[in-house]
Structure formats: C-alpha cells, structure tokens
C-alpha cells in the first residue's frame, strides 16, 4: 500500500471510530429511537456488513466467517455496545468518546503491567496524567458529565479493551474473527432487546442513524483499519488513535452545537498526553 493510500485509509478507520459516538449521540438525543433498539439495529446491520465482506473474498474466508470469534469476544462486544448506547443517552459525544477512549487504553496497559511488562519511568508518569485526566473528568462540580452515563462509558471502554485483548490473541483473520463476533452477538443483541421490550420506541431517522453506525462506521469501518494496520507500526497505531476523541469533539461542536468546557480540555491534554508518553516510551523500551 502506498504512502498516499495507508493516510488515506487510516483518516477514515479514525472518522469511522469517532462517528460511532456521533451516531449514536445524534440517535438517541434528536430521535425517538431507544438505546436498546439503537444497539440491536447496530449489531445486526454490522454482522451484515462483515458477512457481505468476508463473502467478496475467497471461498476460503466465507466458509470460515460463520465459525470465526468466539462467544466469549461476542459476549464482550455486547457488554461495549449495551454500556456505550446506554451511556450517550446523557453524554455528549466528545466527553463519551475521551471516556471511552481512555478506559479502553487504560485496560490494555493495565493488563500489559499483569502479565510482566515494565514502563519506564516516562511511561509511569504517563499512566498517571491519564489516570488525573479522567478522575479530573467525572469529578463532581457544575460542567461534570452524568455519574451514571460516564460510570456506563468507563464499562464499554473496559469491555472494548477485553474484546481488543481477545482479538489480540485471536489466530484468524482480523476481519473474519470480527464477522464472527458481530454474527454470535446477534441472539444475544435480540435477547437484550426482548428484555427492554417495556421501553420499546422506534423511529426511522434513529434506525437510520443506527444502520450508519452498524453497517458503515463499524462494519466498513473496522475492514478500512484492518487493511491500513499492516502499514503501521505498533507505536504508530496507537498514537493515530488518539485522534478519534478529538474527531468526535470536533462533531459534536459542528452537528450538535455541545460546548468545550475547560474541564474537558484540560482532561483530553492529561489522558491523550498521558497514553502517548505511554506509547513512546513502549518503543523506547523496545
């Protein structure tokens, strides 16, 4: 892949990520649509996607798109989809974004330190900004987000980063394996559903909203970043991610008018810095 080509795929891997929070926001704060049916509409039409993805390859790939994942990955992609719509139906989209973001990198470190691995002292005082950045975030006080939705956002990001543990360890095709996460989350999406049957609404912009969100910012989504992430580094994956907040942010204030206090931006500055200094000080120590 060329230089011009891996950019190109890459900005759009991270206008994919940030425009799922977008999605959803917009969904469940101008439309009727429930958090539930959101999340359902979500899963089924990104299963679809993928499935419509792994069939134009070779037979090979179709044959195992079914049987790709596992239910203990489909598990946690749910746990991540149920928290994160839950979470935006009091969130705006950039808080909801860092908080997501933050959590999920915070739980790779995390479990990186279980297993052994050693920061240097620049990646310690890393971990510590990111910790003070999100702590700073949800304290108590006038511009504080929702207790409730920003406690929702710290478990999705928690369950994204298991899924992305998962994945990590996973010996298939990225794309495969994530068919097949989205394919065995579908009964369990319906069961959710089922359950939030007594606060059922449907509208069409949000099941609109919902499909983008499945099918485009997810589904092509993830194919676009699994086909530049050959093309980069392990520090330079990690670093272009922290875009995506700031992406979402950026949406926010342009689609829904959401204000930028000075508590977010002093947060973003310590999380974003913070997991970078972590992130270079990985490869310094490699």
């Given at each position: 892949m060329s230089r011009l080509r891996l950019a190109m795929a890459t900005s759009l891997a991270m206008i994919a990520f940030a425009g799922n929070?977008?999605?959803?926001?917009?969904?469940?704060?101008?439309?009727?649509?429930?958090?539930?049916?959101?999340t359902t509409v979500r899963i089924v039409s990104g299963a679809l996607a993928l499935w419509l993805i792994?069939?134009?390859?070779?037979?090979?790939?179709?044959?195992?798109?079914?049987?790709?994942?596992?239910?203990?990955?489909?598990?946690?992609?749910?746990?991540?989809?149920?928290?994160?719509?839950?979470?935006?139906?009091?969130?705006?989209?950039?808080?909801?974004?860092?908080l997501l973001f933050g959590a999920v990198q915070v739980t790779m470190i995390g479990y990186?330190?279980?297993?052994?691995?050693?920061?240097?002292?620049?990646?310690?005082?890393?971990?510590?900004?990111?910790?003070?950045g999100l702590i700073v975030l949800v304290l108590p006080g006038v511009a504080a987000p929702s207790l409730a939705g920003s406690a929702l956002m710290l478990a999705a990001g928690v369950a994204w980063g298991v899924y992305s543990l998962l994945g990590k360890r996973a010996s298939a095709d990225p794309t495969i394996t994530t068919a097949g996460n989205f394919i065995r989350a579908i009964p369990i999406t319906c069961a959710f559903s089922v359950c939030a049957l007594p606060w059922l609404s449907i509208d069409?912009?949000?099941?609109?909203?919902?499909?983008?969100?499945?099918?485009?910012?997810?589904?092509?989504?993830?194919a676009?970043?699994?086909?530049?992430?050959?093309?980069?580094?392990?520090?330079?994956?990690?670093?272009?991610?922290?875009?995506?907040?700031?992406?979402?942010?950026?949406?926010?204030?342009?689609?829904?008018?959401?204000?930028?206090?000075?508590?977010?931006?002093?947060?973003?500055?310590?999380?974003?810095?913070?997991?970078?200094?972590?992130?270079?000080?990985?490869?310094r120590a490699a």
């Open positions: 929070s977008l999605l959803c926001r917009i969904a469940l704060k101008q439309t009727h649509i429930d958090a539930a049916t959101f792994v069939q134009m390859r070779s037979v090979r790939t179709r044959s195992n798109a079914a049987r790709g994942g596992s239910w203990t990955a489909a598990g946690s992609l749910m746990a991540y989809a149920v928290c994160f719509s839950l979470a935006y139906i009091s969130l705006p989209a950039a808080t909801g974004a860092l990186g330190l279980s297993t052994g691995e050693r920061l240097r002292a620049i990646g310690a005082i890393g971990v510590l900004c990111a910790f003070g069409a912009m949000g099941v609109a909203y919902a499909v983008a969100s499945g099918a485009v910012t997810s589904g092509i989504g993830y676009i970043w699994y086909t530049a992430l050959p093309g980069l580094q392990a520090t330079q994956a990690g670093i272009v991610q922290l875009s995506v907040p700031l992406i979402a942010a950026l949406g926010g204030i342009v689609l829904l008018g959401e204000p930028v206090s000075m508590r977010i931006g002093i947060a973003a500055i310590a999380i974003l810095g913070g997991i970078a200094l972590v992130i270079v000080g990985k490869k």
